[in-house]
T-cell receptor
Framework: AQSVTQLGSHVSVSEGALVLLRCNYS??????LFWYVQYPNQGLQLLLK??????LVKGINGFEAEFKKSETSFHLTKPSAHMSDAAEYFC???????????FGTGTRLQVTL | NAGVTQTPKFRILKIGQSMTLQCTQD?????MYWYRQDPGMGLKLIYY???????DKGEVPNGYNVSRSTTEDFPLRLELAAPSQTSVYFC?????????????FGPGTRLTVL
């Protein structure tokens, strides 16, 4: 069965600092991986997705993620945090048929001045 | 396009009451999903549908029912509400075809069962 693990339920960074949110996957087949963002009191919005075309994936709002098969990781990064990045971030892996997703437990990002 | 819409936004139920959470999408998507989100647990799939008239259970289906009579609508029914069903519920949809389709999410329904 495919699954994802997000290390760190809360991450706090200063404005302008590097953002690193960790996601490790478990899959017996080449995975399709996603990062979603959830702003307070809103639904989820796709940040980026890995579909095997390129290992470094660029998404919206300056975020990117690198697929590393040797480390079974798909960590999300942003060079310089902005206050507007404060949100909860979910890593997900496509599971089975019908484009179903299995989500990680989420990481809440706090950005401080 | 409105995308995925959900009603109501908030609801308080008493134990044993029933209700239907409504979900509608205007993107002509074949796939639709219901998730529940609990603090620290991520999202768990309740039910999903691959098209009108076809539904299937997800990871946590107990206590819920669904139907899909049209492409646009995918209501979720709670028959006998229990405190364990206090959660935020999200509906999502995805297009048919391809192997890595993005899911589009509604704004959610916050349900409290007392």
């Amino acid at each position: 069965a495919q699954s994802v693990t997000q290390l760190g339920s809360h991450v706090s960074v200063s404005e302008g600092a590097l953002v690193l949110l960790r996601c490790n996957y478990s899959s017996s087949v080449p995975p399709y991986l996603f990062w979603y963002v959830q702003y307070p009191n809103q639904g989820l919005q796709l940040l980026l997705k890995y579909t095997s075309a390129a290992t470094l994936v660029k998404g919206i709002n300056g975020f990117e993620a690198e697929f590393k098969k040797s480390e079974t990781s798909f960590h999300l990064t942003k060079p310089s945090a902005h206050m507007s990045d404060a949100a909860e971030y979910f890593c997900a892996v496509q599971t089975g048929t019908a484009s179903k997703l299995t989500f990680g437990t989420g990481t809440r990002l706090q950005v401080t001045l | 396009n409105a995308g995925v819409t959900q009603t109501p936004k908030f609801r308080i139920l008493k134990i044993g009451q029933s209700m239907t959470l409504q979900c509608t999408q205007d993107m002509n998507h074949n796939y639709m999903y219901w998730y529940r989100q609990d603090p620290g647990m991520g999202l768990k799939l309740i039910y999903y549908s691959v098209g009108a008239g076809i539904t299937d259970k997800g990871e946590v289906p107990n206590g819920y029912n669904v139907s899909r009579s049209t492409t646009e609508d995918f209501p979720l029914r709670l028959e006998l509400a229990a405190p364990s069903q206090t959660s935020v519920y999200f509906c999502a949809s995805s297009s048919l075809g391809g192997t890595y389709n993005e899911q589009f999410f509604g704004p959610g329904t916050r349900l409290t069962v007392l």
